[in-house]
């Protein structure tokens, strides 16, 4: 479930350990290529640092994940982390790391394959500090959650392996959410998937389901959990027929004997891995940034649908922090049919309880009293409000879908611009297809038997770029109707014309100035600064040639 192609360095699950010295020679003439690249990709979002959450793990909408041998990516939003309030802690608060220390079960061979993994994580020592980062808020909840159901608290470690604890991950498999469950098998633990909400993505139910998935393969393989983390990443089918094999052939059929995907061979051997540096640290020289034994949210029922927008300030947060804490939900609202829930920092949960109960249900949303006019619908309706055909109907307690000329229908809408929720699902899209990748942007709209493969093909693109540049795996499917954006550095004169983005080469004039150069093009500062940062002094000169890259559609 995982992809190959580059932007930056990050540590994530898919990525094979190294068996021979040749392959880590060449392993480490890649990564220094890559390291080349990623500097240069750093510096050009220097402008931007404070925006995006990792300059270092996240880089124009992917997080690619290499480990030992493979590059793999692990595609999000570049804008997903969002630095949350500080909680006051109790004095000489133990760190939760080394409450996972002191539970850990699973013996660790010593074995190249873990070696190579140990050996990875050990050199890359920042990595730790933006998994730490993006685990604070709820690594504690998952803590506690595994040892409820008594289960090993290696299992702690897994959405290190798995996303980098970010909730907002998507693999090329389609697997999405910190724990990284393909559709099906989100449906199969209990992850709703619907139009308002994404369960997979949601840390309470995806936890939930990871627990009771990890609980039923250990259960299917007879309490081998080594067996089980192997299904966990490539199906419990896939292992039980290697284990078969191995029986027939009289081989011995633990799981480093087993023929198995390199992905898979890989996958255990990094949560080994990473349980063994933490066995080894030192109690008072730990190696991972602190993380505080205490609970940092709190599950809050509140009963019925919100616009996360009043839900954030009822809580005294920004809507980003509430959303970013709340990644299940895609729109901008909470789904109308559950879960009822929110994730609030603990310490502003009295005060959200208490607003949430001085309001009136019926003030959870905003409404606007909608004259039907020819030609609506309440597919037109719901698409105009950016609601569903269910919510306007039950809404406005309608069995069928017929609305008469001049009738009038309340419909929900946000309590903010739809820009202003920007880590729903249309803005995150958005944002990874506004970024820039090449010197003309094209637009394509999806026809009936249109496929990522064909679609490549036409525009000589790279099908994996393609999917990435849209918010989407290679083997989503795609439907009639949908936009795709096409980054190329040729064009013909025909597609020119249609280009959404072109590049252009000012030449400075005599009185220039930066501002005025971006007002002249309508483009941020910001963006002008990161294009041409390498040329940029202190001083703008006469005659210097600087980059723009221009929206056609404004211009």
């Known amino acids: 479930m995982r992809a190959s ?58 997080i690619p994940v290499t480990h030992p041998t493979d590059i793999v990516e692990i595609t999000v939003e570049p804008d997903n982390y969002v630095e949350l309030p ?44 933006r998994v730490a980062k993006r685990a604070k808020p709820f690594l504690h909840y998952i803590v506690e959650q595994l040892e409820e159901h008594q289960l090993p608290l290696e299992l702690a470690l897994l959405p290190i392996v798995e996303s980098a604890f970010d909730p907002f991950a998507y693999s090329h498999g389609r697997a999405a959410g910190m724990w990284q469950f393909i559709p099906s098998t989100g449906k199969r633990f209990g992850m709703k998937q619907t139009w308002w909400y994404d369960g997979r993505r949601d840390v309470v139910a995806s936890t939930q389901g990871a627990i009771d998935y990890l609980k039923y393969l250990n259960r299917m393989f007879d309490g081998n959990w080594m067996h089980a983390l192997a299904a966990y990443n490539s199906g419990e089918g896939r292992v ?72 954030a300030d009822l809580a005294g947060l920004s809507l980003k922090e509430l959303h970013a804490l709340n990644a299940g939900f895609n729109r901008w609202a909470t789904d109308p049919k559950g879960p009822h829930r929110l994730l609030v920092p603990v310490e502003r949960a009295d005060t959200f309880i208490a607003a949430l109960n001085d309001i009136d249900a019926n003030k959870r949303l905003n409404w606007v009293r909608h004259k039907v006019q020819s030609g609506d619908s309440l597919l037109k309706l719901s698409k105009d409000y950016h609601t569903t055909v269910d919510v306007i109907k039950g809404v406005n307690d309608m069995d069928g879908n017929m609305i008469r000329v001049g009738d009038y229908i309340l419909v929900p809408v946000s309590l903010k611009s739809l820009e202003s929720y920007s880590l729903s699902q249309d803005q995150r899209l958005a944002s990874t297809q506004s970024k820039r990748r090449a010197a003309y942007q094209l637009s394509h709209v999806v026809k009936s038997g249109d496929t990522f493969w064909d679609l490549s093909k036409q525009y000589d693109v790279n099908i994996r770029s393609l999917a990435k540049w849209n918010g989407m795996a290679p083997t989503d499917p795609l439907l009639p109707g949908k936009s795709l954006v096409i980054w190329v550095n040729q064009v013909s004169e025909e597609q020119r014309k249609d280009a959404v983005v072109r590049t252009l080469t000012y030449t400075v004039k005599k009185g220039d100035s930066l501002a005025r150069i971006a007002d002249k093009f309508k483009v941020k500062l910001s963006d002008l600064k990161r294009w041409n940062q390498n040329k940029l002094s202190k001083y703008l000169q006469p005659g210097q040639k600087l980059r723009v890259f221009v929206d056609v559609t404004r211009t």
């Not at 020679?25 to 979002?45: H, M, N, P, R, S």
């Not at 000489?92 to 790391?97: G, K, P």
């Not at 995907?261 to 080894?280: C, D, G, H, N």
Request: proline share 5%; with cysteine; hydrophobic share 40%.
């Open 5 to 62: 192609s580059i932007a930056i360095v990050a540590i994530l699950a898919g990525c094979q350990a190294i068996s021979y010295n040749s392959e880590a020679d060449t392993q480490l003439e890649q990564e220094q290529q890559i390291a080349q690249q990623i500097q240069v990709t750093c510096e050009e979002k220097h402008e931007l640092a404070e925006e995006l959450f990792d300059c270092d793990s996240a880089s124009e909408g992917t």
């Open 86 to 129: 500080a909680l006051e802690q109790p004095q000489n608060q133990s760190n939760l790391w080394l409450r996972i220390k002191h539970q850990l079960s699973f013996e660790v061979p010593d074995n190249e394959r873990v070696l190579s993994q140990k050996n990875w994580y050990l050199s890359h020592p920042k990595y730790m500090e």
């Open 240 to 311: 039980m027929r290697s284990i078969k094999r191995n029986k027939k052939a009289g081989l011995p059929t633990d799981f480093w004997s087993l023929d198995l995907p390199k992905e898979t061979r890989a996958y255990v051997p990094k949560l080994l891995a990473l349980s063994s540096i933490l066995l080894e640290s030192e109690d008072d020289a730990i190696a991972w940034p602190e993380i505080p034994n205490t609970a940092f949210v709190q599950v809050i029922d509140i009963d019925s649908q919100i616009d996360l927008a009043l839900a």
